[in-house]
């Protein structure tokens, strides 16, 4: 007996292929197009030179010298590969000093270092959870949280965007489940820019007896006085239980790590499958990773921290300027957990706000959002364009980014450029959105 099905049929056939289609057809796709040269705020691709805004290297720390000499050194000493997973034979002491030098940034008791932040994530996630566990996620978290959470076999209860209410109505539900509870958000969410309000989620989760883990993916490197995150620039760094981190944006590597007490690690650590059964990092992933890490913790780390939220906030009020739909200045909570010296934060008449280095342009509709991107492309800025299913329907967006190494002219050029694109655009394809979301 044969099947007569092949599983192979759906590659052939399938919801994304028309649309893919179609978008190849008028060359449109914003995806998979080719670097020619390193993540700086100007890079080569495909024959021309493009202001980069849409790279999570935030600290521009990819071509800093100290960083190359860090994965230098670090190849030279332990070559190409470990060709092991760190149980058996992959775990140097570059691993060791990083996890120390983790725990100390994140001010946690340990730290252990995966070979990429998605497995990070699975690690916890899939580790610590079980079938008769519930796990509480926001609807924009990674999708590395939520693929953790679906290996786990735990209850999956996800609560709309930053919507307090519905996480706890969601945290009063999992009373009724019957197992553990875990809360898992993003600290500064990778599409929207926006972050969590971790104080109230902190206290919620205290009232209901959940576990907290914040990705700081985008947060660390980023955000605090220290540049150690959401959870310490909200000044809740000792109620959150767990932290994932990666690599891979401000610490212009690639890795991961989750963060935690000395008694969860140690488990993660003998359990994770994920990183007991992958091969560790290369040796210049990590050389680097440290490298970037002693440049954020030394007192260069501050002025990048600021350069690098100065820019976002030129960036968003420029695009606001010129008539694009970004999100406001997010306001945070005046409550004294804040904060309110970290880099980036400034006072205004209505209390503290922050720009995160993620700032979304609102498109709206996927096609439109494809054309202007293209457009921006063909004028000399890359951004990155998301569009449904990695945005809710009719929400696509193009989500610019900057680094601390942007200059003031390099970013004026590209809002010039956004400005010429977008009345050509118009004049061609109707309005584009120009409501700000509060
Ligand atoms: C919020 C978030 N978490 C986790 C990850 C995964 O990190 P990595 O690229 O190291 O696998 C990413 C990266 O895209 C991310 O944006």
Not at 50 to 59: D, P, T, V
Request: glycine share 12%; aromatic share 6%.
């Amino acid at each position: 007996m044969r099947t007569s099905i092949d599983i192979f049929a759906k590659v052939r056939d399938h919801e994304r292929g028309p649309v893919l289609a179609a978008a190849r057809q008028a060359d449109v796709v914003p995806y998979f197009h080719l670097l020619t040269s390193p993540a700086l705020p100007v890079v080569q691709m495909e024959g021309a030179e493009r202001i980069m805004l849409g790279s999570n290297n935030y600290l521009g720390l990819t071509g800093d010298e100290r960083v190359l000499k860090g994965a230098e050194d670090a190849l030279h000493r332990f070559g190409t590969g470990l060709t092991g997973s760190r149980l058996l034979n992959g775990t140097i002491p570059l691993h060791l000093e990083l996890e120390q030098e983790l725990a100390r940034w994140m001010g946690t008791e340990e730290a252990l270092v995966f070979s990429t932040g998605h497995q990070a994530n699975l690690g916890a996630l899939a580790t610590l959870l079980g079938p008769g566990d519930t796990v509480i996620v926001d609807s924009g978290n990674h999708a590395s949280i939520l693929d953790g959470c679906v290996l786990s076999r735990a209850k999956l209860r996800p609560f709309r965007h930053n919507r307090l209410e519905k996480l706890e109505k969601m945290l009063e539900r999992a009373q009724g489940d019957g197992g553990g509870v875990l809360v898992a958000v993003d600290g500064v969410f990778s599409m929207e820019g926006d972050i969590a309000p971790l104080g109230d989620i902190c206290e919620l989760c205290e009232r209901y007896g959940a576990r907290l883990l914040v990705d700081e993916a985008h947060g660390a490197g980023v955000l605090g006085a220290c540049g150690a995150g959401t959870a310490e620039l909200l000044g809740v760094a000792d109620r959150v239980d767990l932290r994932v981190g990666t690599f891979s944006k401000s610490l212009a590597s690639c890795g991961g790590y989750v963060a935690g007490p000395h008694e969860v690690i140690d488990y993660l650590r003998i359990y994770a499958r994920s990183f007991l059964f992958t091969a560790s990092g290369v040796p210049a992933a990590l050389g680097a990773a440290l490298g970037a890490l002693r440049v954020v913790e030394s007192e260069q780390g501050r002025v990048l921290l600021v350069r690098v939220l100065d820019n976002a906030r030129r960036l968003r009020d420029g695009l606001q300027e010129r008539g694009f739909a970004v999100v406001a200045p997010q306001r945070l909570p005046e409550d004294g957990s804040v904060q309110a010296h970290a880099p980036g934060v400034h006072e205004d008449a209505g209390g503290h706000t922050i720009v995160t280095p993620i700032v979304p342009v609102l498109v709206g509709d996927d096609w439109k959002a494809a054309l202007l991107w293209r457009a921006l492309y063909d004028a000399g800025v890359f951004v990155n364009t998301a569009l449904h299913p990695a945005v809710p329907p009719g929400g696509a967006l193009l989500r610019t980014s900057v680094m601390a190494t942007h200059d003031d002219a390099t970013l004026d050029r590209a809002l010039e450029i956004f400005a010429r694109v977008k009345s050509a655009f118009e004049a061609e394809h109707g309005p584009l959105p120009a409501a700000i979301r509060a």
